[in-house]
């Protein structure tokens, strides 16, 4: 079994920086790929960003140029850099890891979710 564990949310400053983690542990042989979604109140789960084992990367929109994802593979744990936030980015993120269940087949794990609220 895989164990996703976040840190690094908090209160902050329009316009201010977070830095958000996830560690996976537990049984891994292969993460295909791991992402962080964020799921505001009254809102469904969006995907935010995306990277892939070779380090890809994909962002939504409403983010994109301000988020930053990355990953240590030798750690299995991916980050999130959140520059220039603004009230809207207020939302409960969670990460998920993509992991070999069998060949070419994976199951996607998710962490508890880190609460990240943007307020003056």
């Known amino acids: 079994q895989v164990q996703l564990v976040e840190s690094g949310g908090g209160l902050v400053q329009p316009g201010g920086s977070l830095r958000l983690s996830c560690a996976a542990s537990g049984t891994i042989s292969v993460i295909y790929g791991m992402g962080w979604y964020r799921q505001a109140p009254g809102k469904q789960r969006d995907m935010i960003a995306h990277?892939?084992?070779?380090?890809?990367?994909k962002y939504a929109d409403s983010v994109k140029g301000r988020f930053t994802i990355s990953r240590d593979n030798a750690k299995n744990t991916v980050y999130l850099q959140m520059n220039s936030l603004k009230p809207e980015d207020t939302a409960v993120y969670y990460c998920?890891?993509?992991?070999?269940?069998?060949?070419?087949?994976?199951?996607?794990?998710w962490g508890q979710g880190t609460q990240v609220t943007v307020s003056s």
């Open positions: 990277i892939t084992t070779g380090g890809s990367t």
């Open positions: 998920s890891a993509e992991v070999e269940n069998t060949p070419l087949r994976a199951r996607q794990y």
